[in-house]
Structure formats: structure tokens, C-alpha cells
Nanobody, 128 residues
Framework: QVRLVESGGGSVEAGGALTLSCEYPGDPYRRACMGWFRRQAPGTEREGVA?????????YYGDSVKGRFILSQDYGKSTVYLQMNNLKSEDTAMYYC????????????????????WGQGTQVTVSS
């Protein structure tokens, strides 16, 4: 089973920035829907944050992060990045990278059950 490799979490003050990265091991030119979900408290649903289709750069963002978070990718390394700007206390969560070998679909990109591969999670803590 493939495990995505995440890095970049940490603690920051409100208004600060962090960048997460996620590598999908194997084919460096893999075309997949990749991105992040977050869980803000144990036992709660994973919330879709942002995803990108590595084949053409098509992106989707959750309403709570639009205008603050920015996706990018290094296509030759099968790695995507999430630049998180103007962080707020409500962004505090465990962030999980997710991927699936398909297009990202506008109607279902935020449904966690549609992703096959996951990372171990990285904690982001924003203090106010």
C-alpha cells in the first residue's frame, strides 16, 4: 500500500504562513488528484482543503481557505505544495495529504472516501 510522504507542519502565530508538501512515491510524472484534508478535532469529519490534478493543474479550494491557501506542484517529482498564508486559529488541525489516480472532479473533490492513498498527517497549530 502506497503511503504519501508529508512534511511542513508546525506552530505559527495568527497571520503567519506555513507550507506543506506531499510526495506521491513512484512515478515522478504521475497524473493524479492530490491535495489536503484536515481534521480539526478527533472524531470529526475530514474537511476538504484543496486539491490539484497534477496532469493539467486544475485546482479546487474549500471556501474557508480561498484567497489564503495556494497549491503548486513539482510535476517531475510527483510532489504538491500547499502554501498557507494569513493563517487563522480556526486553521488549527491535523492536515492529511490524499491522492487518487484520476482527475479531480468538481462535484466530489472534497469527499474523503474517494481518495485511495493517504499520508500520516501533519499537525498545524495557529495561536492567536
Amino acid at each position: 500500500q502506497v503511503r504519501l510522504v508529508e512534511s511542513g507542519g508546525g506552530s505559527v502565530e495568527a497571520g503567519g504562513a506555513l507550507t506543506l508538501s506531499c510526495e506521491y512515491p513512484g512515478d515522478p510524472y504521475r497524473r493524479a488528484c492530490m491535495g489536503w484534508f484536515r481534521r480539526q478535532a478527533p472524531g470529526t469529519e475530514r474537511e476538504g482543503v484543496a486539491v490539484i490534478y497534477t496532469g493539467d493543474g486544475d485546482e479546487y479550494y474549500g471556501d474557508s481557505v480561498k484567497g489564503r491557501f495556494i497549491l503548486s506542484q513539482d510535476y517531475g517529482k510527483s510532489t504538491v505544495y500547499l502554501q498557507m498564508n494569513n493563517l487563522k486559529s480556526e486553521d488549527t488541525a491535523m492536515y492529511y495529504c490524499a491522492a487518487d489516480d484520476r482527475l479531480c472532479y468538481g462535484g466530489s473533490w472534497s469527499r474523503s472516501e474517494t481518495y485511495t492513498y493517504w499520508g500520516q498527517g501533519t499537525q498545524v497549530t495557529v495561536s492567536s
